[in-house]
């Protein structure tokens, strides 16, 4: 079985920049996460997914940050305009149901905004 | 609110030796409760959880948890380390709101192997 893809896994970029990271999930996993991980912090949460539904996006800088997941499989995340404390990796994660703590984590990108 | 607190930063040990790593809970009701590794240039993968039952947990890799409830606690331990174990380690706690979960991260604790 395949595990969550992201891409790009480097990514470098100036202040004030745009970017976007892309996430496949498991197949059939009905729920994704997307986690920011600061350098020396545990990852926190920033928007999940239930299938093309937001669930929870509390955690997610609505005036830089947006995702879709639009067609409930992959989905996409971006940072516009981005700041230098966006700085981090970018970890997207699945679970089979929205209900269970059984997730999965990709590899995760690495932006480092200069 | 739900949280958890990994006091060691940073922990060498020995190849060959013991180790525990601790995680401290809060959480109102009975935690559902995690341990993460993370790899460098790897995700995060799960080591072990507890939802209940036994208070001893068995997970991969060799590695066993205990909660303890009136200590708050889930130490993580392992009777003895490879030098493949150097990696970051991750409590975590998991809440349920409106059917849907939510995992809670430490800070995590950075382990390295001492040939």
Do not use: M
Request: contains cysteine.
């Amino acid at each position: 079985e395949a595990g969550v893809a992201q891409s790009p896994r480097y990514k470098i970029i100036e202040k004030r920049q745009s970017v976007a990271f892309w996430c496949n999930p498991i197949s059939g996993h009905a729920t994704l996460y997307w986690y920011q991980q600061i350098l020396g912090q545990g990852p926190k949460l920033l928007i999940q997914f239930q299938n093309n539904g937001v669930v929870d996006d509390s955690q997610l800088p609505k005036d830089r940050f947006s995702a879709e997941r639009l067609k409930g499989v992959d989905s996409t995340l971006k940072i516009q305009p981005a700041k230098l404390e966006d700085s981090a990796v970018y970890l997207c994660a699945s679970s089979l149901v929205t209900s269970s703590y059984e997730q999965y984590f990709g590899p995760g990108t690495r932006l480092t905004v200069t | 609110a739900q949280s958890v607190t990994q006091p060691d930063i940073h922990i060498t040990v020995s190849e060959g030796a013991s180790l525990e790593l601790r995680c401290n809970y809060s959480y109102g009701a009975t935690p559902y409760l995690f341990w993460y590794v993370q790899s460098p240039g790897q995700g995060l993968q799960l080591l072990l959880k507890y939802f209940s039952g036994d208070t001893l947990v068995q997970g991969i890799k060799g590695f066993e948890a205990e909660f303890k409830r009136s200590q708050s606690s889930f130490n993580l331990r392992k009777p003895s380390v490879h030098w493949s174990d150097a990696a970051e380690y991750f409590c975590a706690v998991g809440s349920l709101y409106s059917s849907a979960s939510k995992i809670i991260f430490g800070s995590g604790t950075r382990l390295s192997i001492r040939p």
